[in-house]
């Protein structure tokens, strides 16, 4: 057996897991710009291709999958196989978004992550409280601010 996934596979793996366009992030979505607010969405020319860029409050929102960005919560979890390839596939997209993040925040953008933890499963947070928490920090000052899932009991 060979340890690698195919690349046809690898993008199916990675639709499943906390793809584009996900319907809870569709709710949110749809939630701000129910409010007001505009975005355009997954912006290339910005280091990353965040998910939602909201040009007027220069901040721009990334959706992040606990998986694929090895968030510490339930849905994260080393797999039991194929572990070298895991382990150089999700390091090295955790390395990217560490310059990505670096980068974005030396040109002057300010950064939510949302994580899937806060949008499904059993920690998840109501869509009306995402929308009130992203509301709350686009008048805020935080230059970097996370929405993460309920935490577990
Ligand atoms: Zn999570």
Known sequence: MVDIV???KRSKMMANI??????????????????GYRYRLHVKDLPGKPDIVFTK????????????????CHLF????????????????KYLRNIENTKCLLENGWRILTIWECALKGKTQLSGESVIRKVEAWFHSTETVAQIEGKTEK
């Open 6 to 8: 195919t690349r046809e």
């Open 18 to 35: 906390g793809g584009k366009d996900t319907k809870p992030e569709m709710a949110i979505r749809k939630g701000l710009h129910a409010l």
């Open 57 to 72: 409050y220069r901040a721009v929102i990334q959706i992040n999958g606990c998986f694929w960005h090895k968030h510490n």
């Open 77 to 92: 979890k080393w797999p039991s196989t194929h572990k070298s390839f895991w382990k150089k596939e999700i390091e090295g």
